[in-house]
């Protein structure tokens, strides 16, 4: 495990030496994603924490992010979606119109999540997620420094080899806030319209946008192309 958290801490020094000040750090505050605040705080990486508010999130991820800012002294930075795009796409679809379709729930991840994330990162050169291989099918072939086409600029992926086992060994061992849905079977935590908890021996993923079947459609676009892993 000690190898694994130094692998990770020098690829932030990696990604620090190389881009600071013009690093960002999108955390979506899920548990890969306190793992990093708390590596990022304790080593002092000079990385712009950033997150997004879609305005359909839980109230637990409200509480973890408050727990975090005091917990590690962080300025967090918010963004939200434009206004006048919400308000548009609520106008012509209604407001739940993720449900009708696959390309509704597209375009509401798009309006909600992609365009406040494009707005975050612009005039950045990298930024870190909390991604790792074991969390789909989607994100097997994913490297730890990856040339972010999407983006147009570097991604650092730093959990990118972690197991589940080794992220809640590390949130335990250092007393890490994390989201209390965790504790509910909640293993991907997004809006709350669209994040159930999972059961036994389903895929981690599965409580994500539950009811599309179509294969290829467990992503919202800001990490990989969409693939559901598969039972």
């Known amino acids: 495990m000690q190898a694994k958290i130094d692998e990770t801490v020098a690829l932030l020094k990696q990604a620090q030496d190389e881009y600071a000040p013009d690093l960002v750090f999108a955390s979506s ?9 708390d590596l990022i705080s304790q080593h002092d990486i000079e990385a712009r924490i950033i997150t997004l ?39 012509q ?20 999540k992609i365009h406040p994330l494009k707005r975050a990162l612009s005039g950045a050169k990298a930024w870190i997620t909390g991604v790792r291989r074991e969390q789909a099918d989607s994100r097997q072939a994913m490297a730890a420094v990856e040339d972010d086409a ?17 992220v809640w060994d590390y949130i335990r061992a250092n007393d890490v806030p994390y989201n209390a849905l965790h504790d509910q079977h909640y ?45």
């Open 150 to 166: 999407g983006f147009g600029i570097k991604k650092f992926n730093p959990l990118i080899a972690w197991r589940e086992a080794d």
């Open 93 to 112: 679809s209604g407001l739940n119109l993720f449900y009708e379709s696959v390309e509704n729930r597209k375009r509401c991840c798009e309006i909600r």
């Open 29 to 37: 505050f899920g548990a890969e994603d306190v793992v990093l605040i």
């Open 53 to 91: 508010d879609t305005g359909r999130l839980p109230q637990q991820t409200y509480d973890v992010i408050d727990a975090c800012r005091e917990k590690y002294r962080l300025d967090i930075q918010v963004f939200f979606p434009d206004a006048a795009e919400v308000e548009q796409m609520v106008r």
């Open 187 to 231: 293993p991907s935590i997004g809006c709350a319209c669209c994040t159930r908890s999972v059961t036994v021996g389903e895929d981690p993923r599965s409580g994500r946008w539950w009811w599309e079947h179509e294969e290829g459609v467990a992503e919202c676009g800001l990490h990989a192309s969409p693939l559901k892993k598969r039972s």
